[in-house]
């Protein structure tokens, strides 16, 4: 069974950058894509791009892009995701997930939340 | 980017009642729809997807049906477990997107 294990709460001042780590087990960790959402309090759940732990190549959502960096390392199965020029909108919880199959999939299993509280 | 509309956003219903929880795409999504139950502190939880596949380990009680651009989420006899947030998620095309959420409180 495939787990995912993210790390704690962050607390950062507005212009900061922030990086979240979330590290799988219980399966193969190339084996497919990792996708980051993010949620703001009261509100639904927002794609934000995905990495390939193969090769590393990544794909971003446009509102993200040149903000958001995702990484991995295959030696910890550990995948990451940094924004940076953070600001008070960015305060919300972070997740990692992994599509259910391959193809058009939704996402199980999904990390256990990161808070990032963005606040001077 | 396609959007999703869940209604209502808000619902108050007593234990034992049949629930309908809606979801529209803003064009049509085929069957890529997914459906999660959301607790406080809590990820999201998968329980259909394909629009009408149980998720294992989920209970019969919970139904899911349409295509295109309709989608509805049935509880046949709402539980004490099922008061959370429902979300709909489309799949079919990137960016995936999610509805802004539908809360089952206790009436």
């Known amino acids: 069974q495939v787990q995912l294990v993210q790390s704690g709460a962050e607390v950062k001042k507005p212009g900061a950058s922030v990086k979240v780590s979330c590290k799988a087990s219980?399966?193969?960790?190339?084996?497919?894509?990792m996708h980051w959402m993010r949620q703001a309090p009261g509100q639904g759940p927002e794609w934000m791009g995905k990495i390939n732990p193969s090769g590393g190549s990544t794909t971003y959502a446009q509102r993200f892009q040149g903000r958001v960096t995702m990484t991995r390392d295959t030696s910890t199965s550990t995948v990451y995701m940094e924004l940076s020029s953070l600001r008070s909108e960015d305060t919300a919880v972070y997740y990692c997930?992994?599509?259910?199959?391959?193809?058009?999939?939704?996402?199980?299993?999904w990390g256990q939340g990161t808070l990032v509280t963005v606040s001077s | 980017d396609i959007q999703m509309t869940q209604s209502p956003s808000t619902l108050s219903a007593s234990v034992g009642d049949r629930v309908t929880i809606t979801c529209r795409a803003s064009?049509?999504?085929?069957?890529?729809l997914a459906w999660y139950q959301q607790k406080p502190g809590k990820a999201p939880k998968l329980l259909i997807y394909k629009a009408s596949t149980l998720e294992s380990g989920v209970p019969s009680r919970f139904s899911g049906s349409g295509s295109g651009t309709d989608f509805t989420l049935t509880i046949s006899s709402l539980q004490p477990d099922d008061f959370a947030t429902y979300y709909c998620?489309?799949?079919?095309?990137?960016?995936?997107?999610f509805g802004q959420g539908t809360k089952v409180e206790i009436k």
């Open positions: 219980g399966s193969i960790f190339t084996r497919s894509y």
């Open positions: 997930a992994r599509p259910l199959e391959g193809g058009s999939s939704p996402f199980d299993p």
């Open positions: 064009q049509s999504i085929s069957s890529w």
């Open positions: 998620q489309q799949y079919n095309s990137h960016p995936e997107t």
